[in-house]
Each structure stands twice: as structure tokens, then as C-alpha cells.
């Protein structure tokens, strides 16, 4: 039985374990699909790094929003229960903001993360030209649509929606979100940037706790994703 003195911004159960396992798995087995599908593509079609890295991508996020989606309103549980509410326009800013911030203090703890651990990570232009290919309309196309706005939607939806709410309704707000972050940063395979990305789950995990919305999650996401690829498009212009 929740208490509600413990938990009382979240004092509604809405994912069961059930819930979780089957979203969960279903975000596995799409995600699966759609490797297999840009493998398919490369072994018997196309080497185009663009659209391998598309369908990957697009493959994610469906993963990653559509089950959550799916079992809301197959259970009839409110939309507006699991996030998708709005939250005031002084959260819309505040979030802004505290991105920025994520940003830069994340940037700079990966930095001594990355130094005292002797890691090496890729260059913004590595990473682009491996993932997007080497025509830059395709890759501000590709990064601007893909990155900066469709991902940090559905992972909100996922890693804050449902990991971290499921953890929540049942222990206090920094166990989940600690929790939450780490599966968020881990399933990034990228140890360089690891704290930047516990981090950056953390705040969203903070907006989406006071607000009880996704929206300041998603902007605070957006604002980070999209500073990434603005600094990625100045450096290729200045390099």
C-alpha cells in the first residue's frame, strides 16, 4: 500500500509490473526489429550511412513511445495521468534554462569523467559523418528532425513516463530518479558521457516530478539535443 505522506506528488498507481514488463519487452523486440531491418538494408541493399541510421533511429522511437501509448489507452488510464498535460509557461522557460545549465555543467563533468578515466570520444564531425553521412542538407535534415526533436520526445516518454514513474509510485523521488537516470545513461552504450547523461535524466526527472508533466522533461532534452547539433553544424562551418 503507497503512503501518502511519502509519495504524495505521485500517489496513483498507473504502470503495474505488468506493464512495465510488457513495454519493456515490446520496446526491445521493435528495436530489434528495426536493427535487423538496417542490417537487412546494408547486407543485400544500400551501404548509405544515412539511411541505415534513419531506420535505427526511427526504429527507436517508435520503440520507445508507441507500447507506452499503446497500453495507456488500452487500459483506459487518462493521458493526462502519464504526463501529457500542460504545465504553465513558466515551467516551459524555466526548463529552457535549467537545459542549458545540464549542458554545460554535464559537459564539463564528462570532461574530467572522460580525462580521469583516460576515455576518448568521438569529435561532433566523427559522429555526424559516421551517423548522418557526408551531405551536410541530410545531416542538418536527419539531426534536426530526428535528434533534436522526435528522440527527446519519446524517450521522455519512456525513461520518465514509465521508468521513472513506475519506480516512484513505490520509493521516494532520489531513489528514482537515481535509478532512472543510470538506466537512462547506461542505455546510451557511451561510458565518455556518462555523467553528462545521468545528469541530464536527472533534471528531466526533477521537471517532470514538480510540474507532473513531460513537457518541461522534453524541453529541457530538446534544448540539450539541439545545442548539440547547432555546435556540430558551426564546427563543420568553421573547420
Known sequence: MLTKRR????PEEIWT?????????????????????????????????????FVVSIGSVIALSVPTIFIALKNEIPMNKTGFRFSGWGWIFGAGALGVAVLVFGGL????????????????AELFEKEGG????????YF??????????????????VIFRYI?????????AGLSSLVFALAHFSLAALPYLFLLGFACAFAFERSRSLLP???IHFVNNN?????????????
Open 7 to 10: 509519495h504524495s506528488i505521485w
Open 17 to 53: 509490473g505488468r506493464h512495465l514488463i510488457t513495454i519493456v519487452s515490446s520496446a526491445v523486440l521493435i528495436s530489434a526489429l528495426f536493427f535487423l531491418s538496417a542490417f537487412i538494408l546494408k547486407r543485400y541493399y544500400t551501404d548509405e550511412v544515412f539511411l541505415l541510421a
Open 109 to 124: 563533468a564528462s570532461g574530467f569523467w572522460s580525462e580521469a578515466l583516460s576515455l576518448e570520444s568521438e569529435s561532433l
Open 134 to 141: 557526408d551531405r551536410m542538407w541530410l545531416n542538418i535534415l
Open 144 to 161: 534536426k528532425l530526428v535528434v533534436a526533436l522526435l528522440i527527446p520526445v519519446a524517450e521522455e516518454i519512456f525513461f520518465r513516463g
Open 168 to 176: 516512484r509510485q513505490r520509493k521516494g523521488f532520489f531513489i528514482s
Open 217 to 219: 522533461a522534453i524541453v
Open 227 to 239: 545545442m548539440i547539433v547547432n555546435l556540430y553544424i558551426l564546427s563543420t562551418f568553421y573547420n
